[in-house]
């Protein structure tokens, strides 16, 4: 199967909507080219299980806070040896260990790995909201566009 599950993660807040908005603008782009699933989650704990069950690629979009300027793109992905676990817990806005979460899914088998993350810096260093939340939208709809 040729699925791609694609999870935002947010809330009400202003720049921690960004997930939610970067899930509403791939809906308004749908492909019917690939079998595609958007999901809002409010990140805390597997309220996207069902999702990503036999999804080939997997991407989680969320909001972070880090040391880094605001707008900043953060991608990484989490492989079998989680071995990116200390950076990446410490880098979503939630509370929840989203990691943890991850692990779990992935350990008992609903979830193939590798798992793709890509979060925008809204907090940290030089945190002068130079960068509308419109634009980072826009280049992650684009980044996840060009891996389709």
């Not at 935002?8 to 603008?25: F, K, M, N, P, T």
Request: proline letters at 1%.
């Amino acid at each position: 199967m040729n699925r791609v599950a694609i999870i935002g993660i947010g809330s009400y807040q202003y720049e921690d909507q960004l997930g939610w908005l970067v899930i509403d603008e791939l809906n308004k782009k749908r492909s019917t080219a690939r079998d595609i699933v958007l999901f809002k989650s409010k990140g805390n704990g597997l309220d996207w299980i069902d999702v990503v069950t036999d999804a080939e690629q997997v991407y989680f979009i969320d909001a972070v806070v880090s040391d880094q300027k605001y707008g900043f793109m953060h991608i990484f992905s989490i492989d079998s040896g989680f071995d990116q676990k200390e950076s990446a817990l410490g880098k979503s806005s939630h509370s929840v260990s989203f990691i943890d979460s991850v692990m779990i899914a992935h350990n008992i088998g609903l979830l193939a790995l590798p798992v793709y993350f890509i979060g925008i810096e809204i907090g940290g260093g030089n945190n002068n909201n130079e960068i509308p939340i419109e634009l980072m939208v826009k280049d992650i709809v684009s980044l996840i566009e060009s891996r389709l």
